[in-house]
């Protein structure tokens, strides 16, 4: 089925290129189509996406669907200069923008990048893993936000809207499925309850798809069992009052990653070595009495998620007249428990438990003008208090001898004041100011690790429990200038900071004293862009430069102790510096040809870095030894490429429309891990073959995902020395859907 399919696919290639290259000639005679105008609430007011003059990619739900994207993390497949990386191939992302990201696999620490869904954040990054789905568009700003966002962060911000309930009744459901016996559907249903009432209930289920396989046993390892639903209720009580209540509530009863070996395992000399996979479908897994002891988990037990997350918001929505009030009241709760073998074996030498539970709850108040006149004005508060209990266990058994358990309660309690204001100084020239104060208090109580070194016996401490806290009061702002000479074209140049919150380092510390915390991190951004349209609609072009100063950037790094030698840490790196930019094109050559290509590139480099710990110079010499960083380059990917080319063709009452998108992901250096840990280039290619008819409420596809099956990593990493593990992408898969509204 899979050699019918690429065949097709190469035949769909074809067509589209054919068309492509027969719309090639002189513009002004082919432009009969228009670019979509997108409406977006990137500033917290509904605008066209060409006249904000922020860096930002917005992505409709087709879009979505068509690319299969479905979580968070694949929107990198589809936005300039963004990563998302499973740290270890956990649920634990680590998100990057603009080369601006933060390694870190444990729970307790903020992100760089921003995630909300309508406004609503969700600080905990293990929170944003759910499945989304009933989704108007997805809107992700590049650059620090703060002056208008709830929650202030350094690389920038992704934005789910959710479809709202409509007036008149309406129903659809979305089926598809694919190849590994993958089966994912969603289904919603719209419309009044009674006059000034509205409502909207919709879910979602992503069942099957195992396609690894335990290198020993033949176990399969894989299978999706999440599901996930929302209920929306607006009440509008007059004509200037609006109330949206929402709950939502999902889980996760998944099986973990697999990890593949991308070198020998032969840690424990006394046991047998396992040969690197040739394969990254191959995996492996085991635990050891002790760890079940400890967790409950059986010794043969496959890597599982098992989590639920659900939540409740209320947006109340007051006209002034002159202006208009908005509130946000949220609720998130999440309940995390997942199983990982970081060792990629049958044998104890690294297996990893988190049991966590987060609970956050949001006021959000903000007031914006509503004047016809050159100047206009939001201003807000922002309140959050959130608390986060956490067990990290380890299962070091046959590697060190003893297994291991984190714990600790962390509250985080912050306020944020923010305030934008715009004035025209004609209607062509336009200043944009905010201004961002905020105190954030970061506590963690009763931290320790304890040790189990015989089966079935009670943890011993390894330390006293430790408490710890950090407290921080930036003062943040942004001042841009956009210059619109015509309808069609703007220009902008901004100056702004971002913040990013300190933290703890919450891994298996043996010494309280050594779990130290880390300075909040700063970031300066010089930025220019534009934003064009041409030829009477049909071409958009968008770019974007930038500069970022870096301070404090925080670290994946080691400290060293007496007692137990290098430990992981985060540390802060003094200076650093960042710079790059994106080119967007979305044309319409002709009326039924699209075509959207997009291109990011960024690198960066340690100005004063000189706490970075050389492990093995410390180790031989049982004493910190550090290596001075600077020059050095950061590491992650230099440049991204995304390309989207589709052509409808009509049959007579129905249109075909193939389809062909790609993405290109550069090679990733971590310069801390070193070069064993190199994730080269590659490219991924998808293929989407649609129906439709011309007047009718369904759409069939036929679609294949990475088509000519390119095998490539997201994550190569070591959770002990010597144990070389690497988290694979998924190969080829094919399938069906079939999409109905009515």
Do not use: C
Request: net charge negative; charged share 20%.
């Amino acid at each position: 089925m899979r050699s019918a399919f690429l065949l097709s696919a190469s035949v769909v290639v074809l067509a589209v290129f054919g068309a492509a290259g027969a719309a090639e000639g002189d513009l002004s005679d082919t432009k009969t189509g228009k670019v979509e105008t997108v409406t977006v609430t990137a500033e917290h007011r509904e605008e066209t996406a060409q006249n904000v003059g922020i860096a930002l990619t917005v992505l409709s739900d087709k879009d979505l669907s068509d690319r299969g994207i479905n979580t968070v993390n694949q929107l990198q497949y589809a936005v300039p200069s963004f990563e998302a990386v499973p740290a270890f191939g956990s649920g634990q992302p680590e998100f990057r923008l603009r080369g601006v990201g933060f390694d870190d696999y444990g729970s307790n620490n903020s992100s760089t990048v921003g995630v909300y869904i309508d406004d609503v954040a969700f600080p905990v990054p293990a929170s944003t893993q759910g499945l989304f789905f009933d989704l108007s568009r997805v809107e992700v700003l590049r650059g620090p936000q703060g002056t208008l966002y709830g929650r202030n962060t350094t690389g920038g911000a992704i934005n789910f809207v959710t479809n709202r309930p409509t007036d008149v009744f309406s129903a659809g459901a979305r089926l598809e499925y694919s190849d590994h016996g993958e089966f994912r559907s969603e289904a919603y249903v719209s419309g009044p309850v009674a006059d000034g009432l509205l409502f909207r209930l919709s879910g979602t289920t992503d069942q099957g798809g195992a396609w690894q396989k335990n290198r020993t046993t033949g176990e399969s390892l894989g299978d999706k069992d999440a599901s996930a639903l929302r209920g929306q209720l607006e009440w509008a009580p007059a004509s200037n009052v609006t109330f949206l209540l929402e709950g939502h509530w999902g889980y996760d009863k998944s099986d973990g990653a697999g990890l593949y070996l991308f070198t020998p395992l032969a840690y424990n000399p006394a046991l047998t070595p396992v040969p690197a996979d040739t394969k990254r479908s191959a995996t492996g897994w085991g635990g050891s009495a002790a760890f079940t002891g400890l967790t409950g988990i059986a010794a043969d037990a496959k890597p599982f998620r098992n989590s639920i997350n659900d939540g409740v918001s209320l947006h109340t929505t007051v006209d002034f007249g002159a202006a208009e009030l908005t509130s946000i009241t949220a609720y998130e709760h999440l309940r995390r428990r997942e199983y990982n073998d970081w060792d990629a074996s049958s044998y104890a030498y690294a297996g990893t438990y988190f049991d966590t539970g987060s609970n956050v709850f949001s006021q959000e108040v903000r007031l914006a003008s509503k004047s016809d006149g050159p100047l206009t004005w939001q201003a807000g508060v922002y309140y959050s208090n959130e608390t986060l209990s956490e067990g990290f266990y380890s299962d070091f058994w046959q590697s060190l001898g003893f297994d291991t358990k984190t714990s600790y309660k962390q509250y985080v309690n912050a306020i944020a004041g923010f305030a934008q204001a715009e004035y025209h100084f004609t209607d062509k020239l336009k200043l944009v100011a905010g201004l961002r104060g905020e105190g954030e208090v970061r506590k963690q109580k009763g931290f320790v690790t304890a040790g189990v070194t015989a089966p079935g016996a009670p943890p011993a401490d390894f330390s006293a429990p430790a408490d710890k806290s950090l407290d921080s009061t930036p003062l943040t702002g942004k001042v841009e200038l956009e210059y619109k000479p015509t309808d069609a074209t703007l220009f902008y140049a901004s100056i702004s900071e971002g913040v990013k919150s300190g933290g703890f380092t919450s891994y298996n510390v043996p010494s309280a004293s050594a779990s130290q915390a880390f300075k909040p991190e700063t970031l300066w951004s010089y930025e220019a862009g534009f934003k064009s349209t041409f030829y009477d609609g049909s071409l958009q072009l968008n770019g974007s430069a930038f500069y970022y100063d870096y301070h404090n950037q925080q670290v994946q790094s080691a400290i060293w102790t007496t007692a137990y030698g290098a430990i992981g840490a985060i540390v802060n790196a003094r200076n650093s510096h960042l710079y790059g930019g994106e080119l967007e094109l979305q044309w319409r050559p002709v009326d039924n040809l699209f075509i959207s290509q997009s291109v990011g590139v960024k690198d960066g480099e340690f100005d004063n870095f000189n706490s970075d710990l050389d492990i093995a110079a410390s180790t031989a010499a049982n004493a910190a030894v550090y290596v001075n960083r600077k020059g050095a380059k950061i590491g992650f990917p230099i440049g991204s490429y995304q390309g989207t080319v589709s052509y409808r063709i009509p049959l007579g009452g129905y249109s075909l429309e193939p389809e062909l998108d790609y993405a290109f992901h550069d090679g990733r250096k971590p310069l801390l891990l070193g070069p064993t840990f190199n994730i080269p280039a590659y490219w991924l290619f998808n293929a989407n073959l649609s129906l439709t008819p011309d007047n009718g409420p369904w759409e069939l596809a036929l679609f294949g995902r990475n088509i000519f099956d390119q095998k490539y990593d997201l994550e190569r990493n070591f959770f002990l020395g010597g144990i070389n593990i690497a988290a694979p992408g998924q190969p080829a898969t094919v399938g069906v859907r079939l999409s109905v509204n009515y």
